[in-house]
């Protein structure tokens, strides 16, 4: 069956980068256990690079051949489903051999060769939505992926370019990308992000705001799943830590998520 056609609330989550083999295996079993508890679709996110770190410094990630081993060991030792990016057309075939469900970051949502790679591995693409988008101008990344072949995909919302540093969510933009006709994900915690000139000339965030973001967004009765990004101590994670949903909130926000859903579904 078709992701996308699965009607089972779909949750994304995982830290924003693979830190080490042990870490990555500690959340995955930790929220494997948490979401088991709710009627949901989980699949654990973590990324083998991320390749647009705002300094060259910056940590990164530990590469593709390394990064998907350690998913795949979670994947056959815990079997957790996995979600991971693409950066470059060449690394979809090889991503797709471990991941579920393929992303396209944000900034790349536009790039036609990266869609068509990922339209051809088979797997279900997770398209975020660059902030400089309309909710409107994704028809043109949806006729992008129709005219490729593939229809298994889903639609991630993650906010919109306010000024020169903020984000903003419009809750009717996640109707509005429903609309379109295919699944409607929303990533809760990049969509607190401060880009560019954020602290240390990184990326800051206001993590505190991804409680009410998710629930205000899934109250909107549309969403077919959650993007979370989650970790054990966000103080010390090696990327995108003010953003992050600390772990031992995940399972009262999932509970609060569920029986908000539970209500707009009647």
């Given amino acids: 069956m078709s992701m996308v056609k699965n009607n089972k609330f779909k949750l994304l989550a995982g830290p924003c980068v693979i830190e080490s083999e042990e870490h990555v295996m500690f959340l995955a079993e930790a929220l494997k256990c948490i979401t088991e508890k709710f009627d949901v679709d989980f699949y654990f996110k973590a990324s083998w690079d991320k390749a647009n770190r705002t300094k060259a410094t910056n940590y990164r990630g530990p590469g593709l051949q390394e990064g998907l081993r350690i998913l795949e060991k979670a994947k056959t030792e815990l079997g957790v489903r996995i979600v991971t990016d693409i950066h470059l057309p060449e690394q979809a075939e090889a991503v ?15 790039q036609t060769d990266l ?14 939505k660059g902030q400089f988008s309309s909710h409107e101008e994704m028809n043109n990344v949806v006729g992008k992926m129709e005219y490729f072949g ?9 906010g919109n370019c306010f000024g020169y540093h903020d984000l903003v969510v419009d809750m009717t933009g996640l109707v509005r990308l429903a609309q379109i006709g295919y699944p409607v994900i929303f990533d809760a915690t990049h969509s607190v992000q401060v880009s560019g000139g954020g602290l240390n000339h990184g990326n800051s965030g206001n ?11 899934v109250a909107t009765g549309v969403l077919a799943g959650l993007f979370m990004e989650v970790h054990n101590d966000p103080s010390m994670a090696l990327c995108d830590g003010s953003c992050m949903l600390r772990l031992d909130e995940t399972e009262k926000l999932l509970s609060q998520i569920m029986r908000i859903r539970a209500v707009v579904m009647e």
């Fill in 115 to 128: 869609l068509y790679a990922a339209a051809k591995t088979g797997r279900t693409v997770n398209i975020k």
């Fill in 150 to 158: 593939c229809r298994d995909f889903m639609l991630c919302e993650r």
């Fill in 96 to 110: 797709a051999q471990v991941a579920d469900i393929i992303q396209i970051p944000a900034f790349l949502c536009r």
């Fill in 207 to 217: 993590s505190a705001y991804v409680p009410y973001l998710a629930k205000a967004a």
